[in-house]
DNA sequence: CCGGCCTGTCGAAGCGCTTCGACGGAGTAT
DNA sequence: ATACTCCGTCGAAGCGCTTCGACAGGCCGG
């Protein structure tokens, strides 16, 4: 293991030399820089983690703290993830995978040891544990997700809210009256997860607005699940045209049913679907859909960590703004006259 | 931030006391060592993992490089990943998360800075850039897929050869004779990624050995990728009556055409997929499937690398056994009479 | 009763890096 | 020429922990 004294001795200069041609922190004479450059290279030279780490107590390292569950956005959170440590790579980051199990304990040991700089935390229930313990830290943090007090905090979310809206807009638009909102599973909105409400807090107030009628089912995903919310859809609501899911595993139980009894999408049913871009485009109807900006958020979300932990940046909250691609899955409404 | 020497001073003992009490690694007597878990609590102690690492030249981390495309088995990378997370913990080890975008350097970048302990690489590609590091370094590292050489490396994987084989035996048992792999895109063939070559190895080598004709046929996942597969398959061999799927995005794309086409699942045709349970089991058919142990091999692979460091464990392949489960998509051939 | 041997504790020496203050020498202003 | 500043470099002091050797005291067997 080559350290930073061997490749001082190796370039002919002391040891702090070296480090400052590293980290940049002091001027450097562009020839010595270029031999220590080089000697970097040949010998191949990597500074130690731990003993940067120690010496600076900054470990270049951001904790990412994803749900431990897998029941939903399966592909949303990996591609946060992804995204996440990418991004965080650019920056000069390293990632750190801790998964909910430890609970309020993580954010304890993590800030503790020191173990990471700052963390970005996934999953956020409305009255998360984590957060006193993520405002009473010097530790920069970023949610992604809103819980319900977001006072000292910084979120990246998508705009649920508009999104629900932005929805029901576009089944209006196509001159449907009679909507129905295949939700998550009962479990994510006993949670109190926020997206989930939000989403319905959306749909309804614009449903509202625009004199529709809106009958909002949570639904496990899976085919039996779906085959039973679906009758009792159609027996409350035999009007029913309009459909907004908002549950991955329900998309293609949602339209093999639809098939299966005869209605054809989008002739008979429109289907709008809140999910990752690529569950729209392989879906067995390409489906207009709202896209979860998955890269997005994880990308905003490390550069607002790497801005705080630069002094710069502050809390705010930022709200992703939806957008609705059509697509296969929806058109006007049966016997409607336009507009 | 609490350190070492405070929860000393705090019990009144020596620093050194403290640390062996932490790590176990001398004797010490019960009454001190009560005497300083209670300072530890009571100051909220949390050893600094930068110094840690640094005096013991071990960071207690395992860095898991994931692969950085999301085309293909998704769920089953977050799966592992969470599995990997979780053992990780129980085992006092923390994940470093690396996508495969720095390539070899990641390896480098890891090993030379003492970032982590150990490494889990998965995607492993047949002749990967990365094996000739991993073989040349002194850290341990598991691999999650199986290269063309594996000698002097550790590998996890489900056993696809025989995977491929219990697909064709089930299908065969039930009097098919013409079947039909829907594989994954192209591009994973080109990449020759080890796990679509093994499969289809033991496809074909069983299929030979059964007398039943196959067709192999790669595909991009989505609707119109299927569609245009599904065409072919059924031009060159119109008695086509048993499919094999290996590629989660085809397969909802597949049943939707089948369905189209008026061809009943299972009483025309019989699918079997090679897809993490939930896939298999949310699908608008419930298939009849090859699950990939996701969680099994991150756990497996954890595991190895724990016994590595601990100086017990070997360079070994363990290949783990499919388990075929009979679901709604498989059942007799189509004037079949029976074995 | 003494030498040898555990057992439990301590002190001190680093681990490899960052960073602060110091300092020689060149450049600039007086 | 003097006084000053600025630039580039160096030495040394830690950062908080682990770990090795030392040592005091209690126990044993001879």
């Known amino acids: 293991m080559v350290t930073l004294a061997e490749v001082a001795q190796h370039a002919g200069v002391s040891a ?39 010496a600076s107590s900054r470990s270049n390292i951001i904790a990412l703290m994803i749900p431990l569950r897998t029941d939903m956005y399966v592909p949303v959170m990996m591609e946060i993830a992804i995204a996440v440590a990418t991004t965080a790579r650019a920056h000069g980051y390293d990632v750190l995978l801790l998964t909910g199990e430890e609970g309020p304990d993580a954010v304890r040991r993590v800030t503790g040891s020191g173990l990471a700089d700052a963390m970005i935390v996934m999953d956020v229930e409305l009255r998360d544990e984590r957060l006193p313990l993520l405002r009473g830290t010097d530790r920069p943090s970023v949610l992604i997700g809103l819980p ?106 949602l339209l093999a049913l639809l098939r299966q009894q005869g209605r054809a999408v989008p002739e008979d049913v429109s289907v709008v679907a809140v999910c990752p871009e690529q569950v729209a485009t392989q879906a067995s109807v390409r489906l207009t859909s709202v896209a979860v900006p998955a890269q997005e958020m994880g990308r905003h979300a490390v550069e607002q960590l790497v801005a705080k932990l630069g002094g710069r940046g502050s809390d705010e909250v930022v709200l992703l703004p939806p957008e609705l691609t059509v697509r296969a899955s929806s058109g006007p409404a049966p016997g409607w006259a336009g507009p």
């Open 16 to 54: 702090s030399t070296v480090s400052y041609v590293l980290s940049g922190k002091r001027s450097i004479s562009t020839t010595t820089r270029q031999r220590v450059e080089e000697s970097i290279r040949t010998l191949g030279y990597h500074p130690n983690a731990g003993a940067r780490a120690l």
């Open 148 to 253: 319900a007090d977001t006072s000292g905090l910084t979120c990246v979310d998508l705009d649920f809210r508009a999104t629900g809206a932005l929805c029901v807009e576009h089944l209006a638009s196509l001159g449907h009256r009679d909507i129905a909102v295949i939700g998550e599973a009962p479990g994510v909105y006993e949670r109190h997860t926020g997206f989930a409400e939000r989403t319905l807090q959306g749909l309804r107030g614009r449903a509202l607005e625009l004199g529709l009628r809106l009958l909002h089912r949570p639904c496990e995903g899976g085919y039996d699940a779906m085959a039973l919310t679906l009758s009792r859809i159609f027996d409350e609501r035999p009007g029913t045209s309009g459909f907004v899911v908002q549950n991955e595993a329900a998309v293609e139980p």
